[in-house]
């Protein structure tokens, strides 16, 4: 490998960087959906966690919007991958926006399934960028 080459890739992100991050943020999102209704069932008498957890799932939907357009600004060989990205990102963001008509579980279970979505496209996102050789 070349030097100018080692010098380019370290002045840049690594491929796959921005999978990696929205793996991550998407895995943290959906433990969240699944701890939420326990610790709530657990801890009644904190009227302050309910207030909270109304914005986590708009926070997390902001932190998941820019990983999701990262991954995606570089071509990839399957438009599979950015359908389950959008529509894992899009259904993050109906759960947020209708989570009083939803309720709690309800919430929970669509963000569960944005979660799950955008995972699976993050990781064949990362797959196919990892299978490219230059």
Known sequence: MSYQKLNKQSKETK?????RVGIGLSGICAIHCL???????????????????????????????PAVYLSLRKRHRSPKITILLLSGLFVIFLA????????????AGITL??????I???????????TIKD
């Open 113 to 118: 399934i944005g979660s799950i979505l955008l």
């Open 35 to 65: 701890l939420v209704p326990v610790i709530v069932a657990l801890i009644p008498l904190w009227p302050a966690f309910e207030e909270f957890h109304e914005y986590t799932h708009f926070i997390f939907f902001i932190a998941i919007a």
């Open 15 to 19: 491929p796959g960087f921005w999978d």
């Open 120 to 130: 699976t496209g993050h990781w064949l996102n990362y797959k196919s960028k990892s």
């Open 96 to 107: 947020w926006y209708f989570n009083e008509t939803l309720g709690e579980y309800g919430e």
